[in-house]
């Protein structure tokens, strides 16, 4: 199935129903997500394909955020790196290095979770929230959707 994409990472697809239940064709474009599956909307909602389809009505989306990064894990996990180094270099090394690889997973695990897009949903606790592989230009046109 080909599909035709456009400069900003979306992706037109041929129609296909949103829900096995609805009867009626509806086109969806989509982007595809970092971690696998896609986001994508259509006339009346927003599709999310993970490890199962779920639709948010337009009117059910209170706002969209886009977080760039944690800020506060990365320093801490840099001054988690840094005590590591410190404590390699004047008391025990194992120790150090011990302090030192939590710090770098934990700065990788942060640089994973970059540019997290939220979707806040009306009557949820938590927000939906995906990491698509351009989420600048997927946060500009679903904000400019909801409007």
Known sequence: ???SHDATGFAESPPQSPK???GDEVTITRTPLRHGGWLGYGEDGLYVKRDEK???RDEDIARITLRTIEWDLVV???LLVGVGGYVVA???PLVGVGFAVAGLLSLYRTYRKRYALS????HE???LTVYPDHPKRCHERLADRIE
């Open 1 to 3: 199935m080909a599909h």
């Open 20 to 22: 096995p239940t609805d």
């Open 54 to 56: 779920v639709k948010v």
């Open 76 to 78: 801490m996990s840099l």
């Open 90 to 92: 004047t008391r025990n």
């Open 119 to 122: 979707v806040h949903i009306e």
């Open 125 to 127: 606790p938590t927000p």
